[in-house]
């Protein structure tokens, strides 16, 4: 198993485990908050936090050459892989179950898998294929027990799957960009430029209105997601990747403990009670971590023409 230095762990240990929260405290404040509403508020709370350290830290500069360079990259990376994916995951919430979600959220390791050997011919060792199945398996016992018998929620499923192939290619862009740019500049863009193109598309829809409605909780939930999600978290992935043996396709497999963190945060907040198959389900997903440790940089060997492994 390749060895990471230790504070590489603890930048992807807190990430995940911030990430975790977005799920339980957005519940608290949707509604009265639309998904434009949501995501200019988030956005904005990550923009200014992150800007006071990039002030002090005199990073600006770095952001500016960084948009100079590379535009359409970030664009797409902050807008496209980062911001569309959130709105359509928001979107699908009332149309399916929040089972649904995280299971199919957990698909992002096998698309960034098939999306590397499709578009980048990235072949996958054999070790990420066993570390896939294990791992999605270990997410639907998990949330057991399911209920698919009739599936009312076809349609917030399908728009689920859509926002979670498309954010699938964030982790690649992420990994690109990291070896460009600094982690907090990198951060940086994927809040300033959703808050900016989500402001005018909220005050155009009208659901300016909807922040009024908060609670003074609810602004403090939206406060935390805001800097600890979009600033701090983010920042800390950002810090993951800079490691040069991180792949996107581990760290995806990284990720799918914030369904196991999530649960485990339930349980303290509701007093959520499991069972032997969701703690089974746990091991699991901890075991496809171990698993797809194995070789994350054979991963990395493009295929050739003929489809055969470059040597």
Same mark, same amino acid.
């Given at each position: ?8 762990y603890v930048f992807i240990f807190v990430a ?93 390791? $096998? ?75 990198? %951060? ?29 909780? %609810? ?30 396709e581990l760290m995806s497999t990284w990720t ?24 089974? %389900? $746990? ?23 003929? %489809?055969?492994?470059?040597?």
């Open positions: 198993m390749p060895r990471f230095r230790s504070r590489t995940i485990l911030l990430f975790s929260t977005v799920f339980v405290f957005s519940k608290q404040i949707i509604p009265p908050l639309t998904s434009i509403s949501y995501m200019f508020l988030r956005s904005i709370f990550g923009t200014l936090f992150l800007t006071v350290i990039l002030a002090s830290r005199k990073l600006f500069p770095s952001f500016r050459q960084l948009v100079k360079e590379c535009w359409k990259d970030v664009l797409i990376f902050s807008l496209v892989f980062h911001l569309l994916p959130l709105i359509l995951v928001f979107v699908s919430t009332p149309m399916t179950l929040p089972t649904d979600q995280v299971i199919i959220n957990n698909l992002s390791l $096998s698309f960034v898998v098939i999306i590397n050997l499709i578009f980048f011919r990235i072949k996958p060792t054999k070790y990420l294929v066993v570390a896939v199945a294990v791992n999605f398996a270990g997410a639907v016992l998990v949330l057991w027990p399911l209920d698919f018998s009739q599936n009312p929620n076809l349609v917030g499923d399908i728009i689920m799957i859509i926002a979670v192939f498309i954010g699938s290619f964030f982790s690649i862009w992420n990994k690109k960009l990291s070896a460009k740019a600094d982690p907090l500049v990198l %951060g940086y863009s994927i809040n300033v430029f959703p808050a900016a193109v989500s402001f005018p598309l909220m005050l155009a829809t009208g659901q300016a209105s909807t922040m009024g409605a908060l609670s003074p909780l %609810g602004w403090c939930y939206i406060i935390f997601i805001g800097i600890g999600i979009s600033g701090i978290a983010y920042f800390c992935l950002n810090l993951g990747y800079c490691e040069p043996g991180i792949t996107p799918t403990l914030i369904p196991v963190f999530g649960m485990v945060i339930s349980i303290f907040l509701y007093g959520y009670v499991i069972g032997p198959v969701n703690i089974l %389900g $746990s091991i699991m997903v901890i075991v496809s971590i171990v698993i797809a440790n194995k070789a994350p940089t054979r991963a990395a060997r493009p295929l050739s023409k003929d %489809g055969e492994e470059k040597k």
